[in-house]
């Protein structure tokens, strides 16, 4: 079902005040979005209130100088933030469009999908370009090596055109694209308008959102867009195309509709889709349980001897309740066999820190998933912790609340007022001391009757895998509770530089803050998201400097599948079938810290309260060897020292602690907005922050 009202082609060029919903040429677009202009005023509030916000960005010293991984000394983008506001010009009524290319070009830079600022339509202040989506006619996939085509069948729903040669060669393989061979020009695509940290990320980011971009979220060129993309498939079929128009105002959505993609943009990283401006229709028998909004979906193969879990987002945009309900009905089918646990991640762009705790603990019942981390010292840091942010982190030593005071002007504790200073190169970088975050229960479910040991859990990560997803997929590689499995991604890459995610660190919103400048902003339209909590590995000696953000955690496999659909989901099985069997016996001898667990090696581990199982091999094979690889409940393994240290946070009741409590809320990793309180008077709010409990008036947040 479409949930635009109308939606009609228009063939000649068109003033602002003339514009409907429908597609557009390039030029007929541009010539509205360009007229739109900027005051020397507000252009200067811009970027006055972006130069005080972006101190509070946690990431702004390293950047000048990361740190590189040793196969590539230009891996990290550097970037002098300071330097580039600056640099903004300030005119006097220029085009807004150009002038918000410049920021974007800022924070494109950092190549961190969780740093962003944009405009958005308001009742003072209608931009345009903010509700323009830049389509093409067709998408591409990869099928055995091939670049095959595709027609965007969507697009025509809405009103634009798809030449007849692309809809009669459906599936046919494409041999160049402007000259060059398609991958060439995918990876001309990711290069230039697709900005994560990873080159699979990015490789990825491409190929699933190339045919369908928000101008809001990614402002094209009119130059590159107007470019004509001449095609030829096998067979010497010709095609000839470009990018059309279509004008998307919210109030021509249905309110279901345009809460989930205003829901989505605000809170998290994943691309609008096309496939996002029509309800969802429940993939028809592929699954055993599926989310009504196509989020999660399982599938039990007793055949196969199997489970399949499909997981898009740790952040149910709406249809919150029916969403946990089919996932603990998942967890609990799964607990009543012993077969092997398949989760594919499909271009997850993050959600609840205490959801992705919550679900890792599932697949991995021993391990540390709370997070250790820090801040950047600044007023926007310190405003953030004397309201409310200080009351959701907690003490290394004693798993106390940090900062929980009435009356604000008291000072935030040593923890901050006596920060810590790493140097990189000449670059100082001033940040509190690290800090816990300690989730709450939003996932009820367990497994109980038969837990899974890491070799029994397959996560298959597409080289996007952003925010919360990263959290999951990087710490079960950094923990070595899972084999890590990547698929989609550069297929002319290696496997070494493929992460198996991409910014495992948490945000806020510049109303978390509490800045004048932030309200400025906001007048304009603005929002901004800023990354605020840097995480460490899990070093229990609360020592390291390089945040986890420009850390590789490399797969341990890679499947040859791209852009996951649920007709492919036989595909993703049996190759997950395939590692799962291979790693019966073999390994990655890259990893050490997946063991293969095995009791009969508890007689050999002399580490109090400490179990494990068989070393990998340098050979690729399961050893003889026995080590520790993981700690009785109520300890953490502390793999920097090798032995089981108490967990300052563990609480025997913690586990019985309800997503219906009155009390309980919970954050957003990547995926801004965050608390949501739900208890017995039936209440669900949002803001943004990191995990929390505590009770909150209710009128401080936007409901969800």
Known sequence: MLVITTLIAIAFATQCKELTPGVYSVIDAFECINSVSLSLEKATNIQHSLQSLFQT?????????????????????????????????????????????????????????????????????????????????????????????????????????????????????????????????????????????????????????????????????????????????????????QYQMVYIPPQTLNEHIARKISQKERRSTAPISIEDFVTYKKSDKVFDLESSD???????????????????????????????????????????????????????????????????????PHADVDLIGSVRISKGSEGCMKNEYGEYLYDTDNCQVLYNETNKSIPLGEWYTQPKITHYGDVEHVYSQNTLMHASTMLEAKLVKNPRNPTDVIIMTDGFCYSACSVLAKGMVNKGNAIVVGYEGDPELSL????????????????????????????????????????????????ETIPREFVLNPVDERVNIFKYSPSKIDQFVDEG?????????????LNKRLVKVDSACDNNITIEHAHGGHICGDDGKWSTE???????????????????????????????????????????????????????????????????????????????
């Open 496 to 543: 070494e530089s493929f992460d198996a995610g991409n910014s495992p660190t948490p945000v806020i919103t510049q109303d978390e803050v509490f800045m004048d400048e932030a309200k400025v902003l906001a007048e304009l339209g603005g929002y901004m998201r800023i990354s605020f909590f840097e995480t460490f590995e899990w070093n229990y000696n609360y020592n």
């Open 577 to 589: 079938l395939k590692i799962y069997k291979k790693y019966q016996s073999e390994c990655n001898p």
């Open 294 to 364: 196509g989020n999660l979906a399982c599938k039990f193969d007793s055949e196969k001897k199997v489970n399949t879990i499909v997981l898009k987002t740790f952040y149910p945009e709406v249809e919150f309740d029916n969403f946990f309900e089919v996932f603990n009905k998942c967890i609990k089918t799964i607990d009543e066999n012993t077969n092997p646990i398949i989760v594919i991640l499909p271009m997850n762009g993050g959600g609840y820190a205490d959801l992705e705790a919550n679900f890792e603990q599932v697949l991995a």
């Open 626 to 704: 026995c080590v520790a690889s993981y700690c009785e409940p109520g300890y953490k393994f502390d793999r920097f020292n090798n032995k089981c240290i108490v967990d300052v946070c563990f609480q025997e009741s913690s586990s019985s602690e309800s997503l219906f409590s009155d009390d309980l809320f919970w954050v957003i990793v990547g995926c801004v907005g965050g608390f949501i309180v739900i208890g017995i008077i039936l209440a669900i709010i949002v803001i943004t922050g990191i995990i929390v409990h505590k009770k909150h008036r209710l009128d401080t947040y936007d409901s969800l």
């Open 57 to 241: 960005y946690v990431f702004k010293d390293i950047l000048k100088n990361p740190p590189q991984p040793s196969f590539d000394n230009k891996f990290f983008p550097t970037l002098d933030i300071d330097a580039q506001l600056a640099s903004l010009p300030l005119l006097e009524d220029q085009a807004v469009y150009p002038f918000m290319q410049k920021i974007q070009y800022i924070v494109d830079t950092t190549h961190d999908l969780h740093l962003s600022f944009r405009l958005t339509s308001n009742e003072n202040n209608t931009y345009y370009y903010d509700n323009f989506y830049a389509s093409l006619p067709f998408t591409i996939d990869i099928v055995d090596g091939n670049y095959i085509i595709h027609p965007n069948s969507q697009l025509s729903s809405l009103g634009g055109k798809i030449p007849e040669e692309i809809t009669n060669n459906d599936g046919k393989i494409i041999t160049s694209i402007n000259g060059d061979k398609p991958h060439t020009f995918v990876k001309k695509w990711a290069e230039d308008h697709a900005f994560l940290k990873s080159p699979h990320g990015r490789f990825t980011y491409a190929l699933e959102s190339m045919s369908f971009v928000s101008l809001r979220s990614n402002l094209l060129s009119q130059e590159f867009l107007s470019q004509p993309i001449n095609i030829l498939l096998t067979g010497d079929v010709s095609i000839s195309t």
